[in-house]
């Protein structure tokens, strides 16, 4: 929805701010955020042609979402406007303006697998876990997301949690996988931004 | 045991299969038993159905494994290596016996997946070993002037593989065309359209034959820099190009004064994109790669003439660049025999849906639908009725089971209503609902809508909410002739080709599907029983034998009865979850 608002002037996006800020508690952990390692990307893209998206890029993958004091320490730092780097990180999909849990489930709403009846698993799992698409778990632990297409076309319908791919699944099945986690999760009970890795070739 | 070959196919779908489990036990089972055959790895051949896909290569000839896990690959060590006898019902395809899947490879002409499957993606000398960086250095070393390359280009006949299908030849022409003290080439790795994923099986499996598609390129039309700008839900796509691009900086196949011309300067750099379907759209990549929001602008001034950072840029599609190689070292007559008229050679497609042999197939161009779909893609899966395909992706449309036999080629596709596009073919059968196809396409569509054009905005935010609301069984009469015109001013009002083609999928399904439309509308009824909303569960006396498992298991206490007596739904309470369809050992539950 947020890609509507190309027209959207600095105050609402500044609303948008204040409202990931008023969300809940677990949001905008402003003394979380380790400013000082955002600094080697910064330094490695000042001043270069076409930086904003990989600044923007290399902040999330270190805090796993682009806090709002990151957003100021870049602009300041390489005096690329806060309004486009906003416009910018609102704009692409990929970035995200709050943390995410330990454990993201993707669930693919690709062709083949919308035809499969992916809808279903994302359904059973919003009931298990009490969250809406694109919501965290107030433990922090999951977050569930729609991608549109993990090109994992013939093991439809399918689901990435972490490097995992599940294929072939069914709303119980994807139930299943995410209740088991969550049990291991539990007893390990440590939830924090561990940020999954490809399995290595 | 010295010349046995083990190669575990290590794609993107391989490794979601669990390809990575197997090669880390073949390794373990070879140092634990002391065996002593090599081990390799190699990216995706195609046949996604059967991933994944270990190959045994000994002196008898090579044999392909299929539906490898790590319980399966210990016996196929065993009979197979230790004591030489294949395991002939696990085999997909070898050179000394024919398997099942005969007709699948047989249909095949493997262009530009020539290497796909075949070699060590990560290794530059296995791509060198397949004539790989000869067609560069035969340009070069033979001083072939670039007017006479860019004319290979167009005698071959190759159109854009992206979608749009225009002339490639014509386009590296423009771009040499346009003065200027630089230039760029801009490989469109950005394969949105799911259901696709051609790009990422070539980008995985022979990155080289890219990046010497782009080396040609720059010397035909005199650029210096090379972007490629890939998807970032590619990662193993992006790391092998990565490394591909540092390999060729090492044989100096990138960098300055490439292939001993002095001032012949060209080097790549990887762009990951951030998750966009728009930037697929040339400007808005373009925009994309610039730093800024991805958001399509007017042409002209085209790419050509002004593009990244102002300068004149060509782009290409993955595919396309891929083909390049080939046709320079074979000849364009060798492509262009291939195909007929203004559709030469071959194209690269995504089988997915309800199909048996789910995955890609290379065919040349001309070949019907129904061919794709029986021959190579082996039918629909449990043999169920074939209702139509989608081309084209959330641009395309779907061409219905009666116009199966449409020869696959630029014009015919257009006629039917969908396009070619990036080549995702979703098959479809008589369980798909079409208007829920069409309502899921305007879903994607509107909300990878940039939001520039009022009608892409805000026009395919109503026609979503138009059937979103006949799936729910809400429809009204006047919905029909109002997606209709919403449809045209879309086509007419909009900048690129996102808004252009969004309608597409429905106005297709209006053509070739209206009654299902009106069936949705006029007796809340879906025809394919597909929409929830719209179905009615009942129980068949006859059938039922009173066993309570469906009462049991309602979740919402919907269903009546005692044991061993006839059951009862209510409908009021029934929400249609279709638990006790599942539940009912005696088919005594019917839906319509």
Redesign the interface.
Same mark, same amino acid.
Do not use: N
């Given at each position: 929805m947020f890609r509507f608002s190309f027209f959207i002037n600095s105050i609402k996006m500044n609303m948008r701010v204040s409202r990931i800020k008023l969300s809940s508690g677990i949001s905008e952990p402003g003394l979380d955020v380790d400013l000082l390692l955002i600094d080697p990307v910064i330094e490695r893209y000042k001043g270069k042609q076409g930086n904003l998206i990989p600044l923007l890029q290399g902040a999330q993958n270190i805090y796993g979402y682009i806090p709002k004091s990151v957003f100021d320490k870049i602009s300041s730092e390489t005096g690329l406007k806060k309004n486009d780097l906003y416009g910018v990180a609102t704009f692409y999909a990929q970035f995200r303006l709050k943390p995410v849990g330990k454990v993201v489930v993707r669930v693919c709403h690709g062709t083949a697998c919308h035809v499969q009846n992916a809808t279903k698993i994302t359904e059973d799992i919003q009931t298990f876990l009490n969250v809406k698409d694109g919501e965290t778990t107030e433990d922090r632990l999951f977050t569930l997301e729609s991608v549109a297409c993990l090109g994992c076309c013939s093991l439809a319908p399918c689901m990435m949690i972490g490097d995992e791919t599940f294929g072939k699944l069914n709303g119980k099945k994807a139930v299943e996988v995410v209740k088991n986690i969550k049990r291991k999760e539990t007893l390990d009970n440590k939830p924090n931004q561990s940020k999954p890795e490809l399995w290595k070739t | 045991m010295e010349n046995v070959k083990i190669i575990v196919g290590?794609g /993107?779908?391989g490794?979601?299969?669990g390809a990575?489990k197997v090669y880390d036990e073949i390794a373990r089972i070879k140092e634990a038993d002391n065996l002593t055959f090599d081990l390799a790895?190699t990216s995706c051949i195609g046949m996604?159905?059967r991933?994944p896909l270990v190959e045994i290569i000994d002196e008898t000839g090579s044999y392909l494994y299929g539906e490898v896990d790590v319980k399966r690959i210990d016996e196929i060590i065993e009979k197979h290596i230790v004591n030489f006898s294949p395991i002939k019902e696990y085999i997909v395809k070898s050179d000394q016996f024919d398997t099942p899947y005969k007709d699948y490879f047989d249909g095949q002409v493997k262009i530009t997946l020539r290497n796909c499957g075949n070699i060590d993606p990560?290794h530059i000398t296995e791509y060198e070993n397949k004539s790989g960086y000869q067609a560069i250095k035969k340009i070069t070393s033979e001083k072939v002037p670039p007017e006479d390359v860019i004319k290979s280009v167009m005698d071959s006949g190759i159109r854009g593989r992206g979608g749009a299908g225009f002339s490639t030849g014509m386009k590296w022409n423009f771009a040499r065309n346009s003065k200027s003290d630089e230039k760029y080439i801009v490989c469109n790795a950005d394969e949105?359209?799911?259901?696709?994923?051609m790009d @990422?099986s070539v980008l995985e499996g022979d990155p080289h034959s890219v990046l010497e598609g782009m080396i040609i390129c720059a010397y035909a039309i005199g650029a210096n820099h090379g972007y490629i700008y890939c998807r970032?839900?590619?990662?193993?796509a992006v790391?092998r190009l990565n490394l591909a691009i540092n390999q060729a900086r090492e044989r100096k196949y990138l960098g300055t004064n490439l292939f001993g011309i002095e001032s012949f300067d060209f080097d790549i750099i990887v762009?990951?994109?951030?998750?966009?379907?728009v930037c697929g759209e040339e400007t808005a990549l373009m925009a /994309?790669?610039?730093? %800024? @929001?991805?958001?399509p602008r007017k042409r002209p001034p085209f790419p050509a003439v002004q593009g990244l950072?102002k300068k004149p840029t060509n782009i290409n599609n993955v595919e396309t660049f891929a083909n390049i190689p080939w046709i320079i070292l074979n000849g364009p007559a060798a492509y262009s025999q291939y195909g007929k008229e203004k559709n030469r050679g071959t194209k690269v497609f995504?089988l997915?849906?309800?199909i048996k042999n789910?995955?890609l197939v290379e065919v040349p161009m001309g070949i019907t639908i129904k061919d794709i779909i029986y021959k190579l893609g082996g039918g629909i899966i449990d043999d169920k009725k074939f209702k139509a395909v %989608?081309l084209g992706?959330p641009s395309g449309g779907c061409i219905p089971e009666y116009l199966s036999d449409t020869p696959i080629d630029y014009e015919s596709v257009t006629a039917t209503g969908a396009i070619m596009g990036s080549g995702?073919m979703?098959v479809?059968d008589e369980t798909?609902c079409m208007v829920d196809?069409a309502r899921?396409?305007l879903d994607?569509t509107q909300?990878? /809508?940039?939001?520039?054009c009022t009608f892409c @905005?805000i026009g395919t935010k109503r026609m979503l909410e138009i059937l979103t609301r006949i799936t729910q069984g809400e429809g009204r009469e006047e919905d029909i002739p109002a997606l209709e015109e919403l449809a045209t001013r879309i086509k007419d009002a909009t900048l690129c080709g996102l808004g252009n083609s969004a309608p597409n999928p429905v106005l297709t399904t209006l053509k070739y599907f209206r009654n299902e439309y009106e069936a949705h509308i006029r007796d809340k009824k879906c025809p394919s029983l597909y929409c929830k909303k719209l179905l009615t569960y009942e129980v068949i006396p006859d059938k039922c034998t009173g066993c309570v498992v469906c009462k049991r298991g309602c979740p919402v206490g919907a269903i009546d009865g005692d044991k061993k007596v006839v059951h009862f739904i209510h409908q009021e309470l029934c929400t249609k979850c279709g638990d006790c369809y599942s539940k009912c050992k005696f088919d005594a539950i019917k839906i319509y």
């Open positions: - | 290590l /993107s779908c490794i979601a299969a990575g790895k996604c159905f991933e990560e949105g359209d799911p259901g696709a994923f @990422r970032a839900e590619y990662p193993l790391k762009k990951e994109g951030a998750g966009a379907f /994309s790669i610039e730093g %800024q @929001r991805g958001m950072w995504a997915t849906g309800k789910g995955g %989608q992706g995702g979703v479809m798909t196809v899921f396409f994607f909300k990878e /809508s940039c939001g520039k @905005r």
